[in-house]
């Protein structure tokens, strides 16, 4: 158990909708990672937030985005939803962003059909 | 593009030590070498991380070579349970993000 806690677990949507995925983050850490993992491959760095702020991007358009709320929880929501999308989206929380462990969470399937 | 690079598979006997080789000749000095595994359809899971020193915690052992440019990842007695993605990661100590490049990872597979 990492403490970092996902929902849903699994959601199916269709191209064009908009998704909210939500993480809730261990407790005392103010730093959250989102990623997306593609079936067979490894996962890839969307974004991070560091006290409510973006503060670190991967190679994701705009429609990727995120929040980060006072208690630390976060969400990643992604609008205009394409057949790529379709992925395992994880959550990862750490102390702060300046190299602490980073723990992740167990993941939300996203299917677009 | 990911630092590092391991094989695709490995097989390894129930009871038997694994060691997972990562080869990471760019890393820098202040890159650690951070040791994460995936179990089917579930969240990577933290397993190790060093800098220059060999670590042990419960779960491994983690040696690394004096120039740094490679490292092992030791699983002293295999388990089933143990089969899984493990994933090489080098990570600096001290940066903005704390941005994960995961490369493709080695399918360690444990035989009964």
């Known amino acids: 158990e990492t403490g970092v806690t996902q929902s849903p677990t699994h959601l199916i949507k269709t191209r064009g909708q908009q998704v909210t995925l939500r993480c809730s983050s261990q407790s005392g850490h103010n730093t959250v990672s989102w990623y997306q993992q593609a079936l067979g491959q490894g996962p890839q760095f969307i974004f991070q937030y560091y006290r409510e702020e973006e503060n670190g991007r991967g190679n994701f358009p705009p429609r990727f985005s995120g929040l980060q709320f006072p208690n630390y929880s976060s969400e990643l929501n992604v609008n205009a939803l394409e057949l790529d999308d379709s992925a395992l989206y994880l959550c990862?929380?750490?102390?702060?962003?300046?190299?602490?462990?980073?723990?992740f969470g167990e993941g939300s399937w996203l299917t677009v059909v | 593009d990911a630092k590092t690079t391991q094989p695709t598979s490995m097989d390894c006997a129930e009871g038997r030590a694994a060691n997972l080789p990562c080869n990471h000749s760019?890393?820098?000095?202040?890159?650690?070498v951070y040791w994460y595994r995936q179990i089917h359809s579930q969240g990577p899971q933290y397993i190790i991380h060093g800098l220059k020193n060999n670590e042990t915690n419960e779960m491994a052992s983690l040696i690394i070579t004096e120039d740094r440019k490679s490292s092992t990842l030791i699983l002293p007695h295999a388990t089933l349970r143990d089969t899984a993605v493990y994933y090489c990661?080098?990570?600096?100590?001290?940066?903005?993000?704390?941005?994960?490049?995961f490369g493709t990872g080695t399918l360690l597979a444990v035989q009964p």
């Open positions: 760019t890393i820098s000095g202040n890159e650690y």
């Open positions: 990862a929380s750490s102390l702060d962003s300046s190299g602490n462990t980073i723990y």
């Open positions: 990661i080098v990570r600096a100590y001290g940066g903005a993000t704390n941005k994960l490049i």
